[in-house]
């Protein structure tokens, strides 16, 4: 049987790409922090489902919360990076990149104790502008990525990359494992995230069991966030962020735990691991 790459994005509530507009990063430390509570509530559910997963973490959460990242890594989970403040990867250029990689390496292996080789970029956000990104990653020696949504979206994309997992440069083993896919009346959507939140969990149930049965692991990916439904409202964001970001949140932690129980998961390097194997 497959195994398929449970993941979650560990940034807090005001971190979020929907709110980036409207929440200013200096304001960030004034805000109440939740993060440390929601992922202990991850760890929880994944425990209680007896699986491991990676957990992709801002280096600004490492930072602020290391005995967090501690735990996650004594349960046996894996800890990779997903930036230090969730910038857009194509609001950078390649130096400034490579400087925000540094920069969260070091605090989530401080924290963790771990070693990092495995990053996700905020909001899938390799695209057609950073045609560099993944040398750079090569480069600093990450062996895997998970940072694109192979669909077209207002926020992210890249509708004409492979579905399953590939080598994006000739001469380096590092591996791109793009986000499952799952069609919804002939829509493409991540099967991850608010769409598996927000839609029928069959809906993924679906595009994981057709990679599967193609061969390949799914990527699916969520955020604590999404199990915390008292969290504090961000009135003056755009309607529809609010709709996409506060929808069924109180549904997130049920559907969840099902997903666990129906399929095979487990941590993302071991699933790449799995892969390189047979990738040319």
């Given at each position: 049987?497959v195994?398929?790459?449970?993941?979650?994005?560990?940034?807090?509530?005001?971190?979020?790409?929907?709110?980036?507009?409207?929440?200013?990063?200096?304001?960030?430390?004034?805000?109440?922090?939740?993060?440390?509570?929601?992922?202990?509530?991850?760890?929880?559910?994944?425990?209680?489902?007896?699986?491991?997963?990676?957990?992709?973490?801002?280096?600004?959460?490492?930072?602020r919360?290391?005995?967090?990242?501690?735990?996650?890594?004594?349960?046996?989970?894996?800890?990779?990076?997903?930036?230090?403040?969730?910038?857009?990867?194509?609001?950078?250029?390649?130096?400034?990149?490579?400087?925000?990689?540094?920069?969260?390496?070091?605090?989530?292996?401080?924290?963790?104790?771990?070693?990092v080789?495995?990053?996700?970029?905020?909001?899938?956000?390799?695209?057609?502008?950073?045609?560099?990104?993944?040398?750079?990653?090569?480069?600093?020696?990450?062996?895997?990525?998970s940072?694109?949504?192979?669909?077209?979206?207002?926020?992210?994309?890249v509708?004409?990359?492979?579905?399953?997992?590939?080598?994006p440069?000739p001469?380096?083993?590092?591996?791109?494992?793009?986000?499952?896919?799952?069609?919804?009346?002939?829509?493409?959507?991540?099967?991850?995230?608010?769409?598996?939140?927000?839609?029928?969990?069959?809906?993924?149930?679906?595009?994981v069991?057709?990679?599967?049965?193609?061969?390949?692991?799914?990527?699916?990916?969520?955020?604590?966030?999404?199990?915390?439904?008292?969290?504090?409202?961000?009135?003056?964001?755009?309607?529809?962020?609010?709709?996409?970001?506060?929808?069924?949140?109180?549904?997130?932690?049920?559907?969840?735990?099902?997903?666990?129980?129906?399929?095979?998961?487990?941590?993302?390097?071991?699933?790449?691991?799995?892969?390189?194997?047979?990738?040319?």
């Amino acid at each position: 049987m497959v195994v398929n790459a449970l993941s979650v994005d560990i940034e807090d509530w005001f971190q979020v790409g929907a709110f980036e507009t409207v929440i200013a990063r200096e304001d960030w430390p004034a805000l109440e922090d939740r993060v440390e509570a929601n992922t202990d509530a991850v760890l929880e559910l994944f425990d209680e489902g007896g699986v491991k997963g990676t957990f992709f973490t801002l280096g600004w959460v490492a930072d602020r919360h290391p005995a967090l990242l501690r735990r996650i890594a004594d349960a046996g989970h894996e800890i990779a990076s997903h930036g230090w403040d969730h910038q857009r990867v194509f609001t950078m250029g390649p130096e400034q990149f490579r400087s925000d990689l540094a920069r969260s390496r070091a605090a989530l292996e401080d924290a963790s104790g771990t070693k990092v080789v495995g990053y996700r970029a905020p909001s899938f956000s390799f695209d057609a502008r950073t045609p560099w990104a993944h040398q750079v990653l090569a480069e600093e020696g990450y062996g895997y990525s998970s940072s694109i949504a192979p669909i077209r979206h207002d926020h992210y994309g890249v509708p004409d990359a492979p579905r399953a997992a590939w080598r994006p440069l000739p001469d380096s083993p590092l591996i791109e494992l793009p986000v499952t896919i799952a069609t919804l009346l002939g829509r493409e959507v991540t099967a991850g995230g608010g769409f598996f939140r927000l839609l029928p969990a069959g809906i993924t149930d679906r595009a994981v069991r057709a990679a599967n049965a193609a061969g390949n692991p799914a990527i699916f990916y969520f955020h604590p966030w999404e199990i915390d439904p008292d969290q504090p409202r961000v009135h003056a964001a755009p309607l529809k962020s609010k709709l996409r970001h506060y929808a069924r949140l109180g549904a997130m932690r049920g559907k969840i735990a099902g997903l666990i129980a129906r399929h095979r998961w487990g941590r993302t390097d071991g699933v790449v691991a799995a892969l390189a194997r047979g990738l040319a």
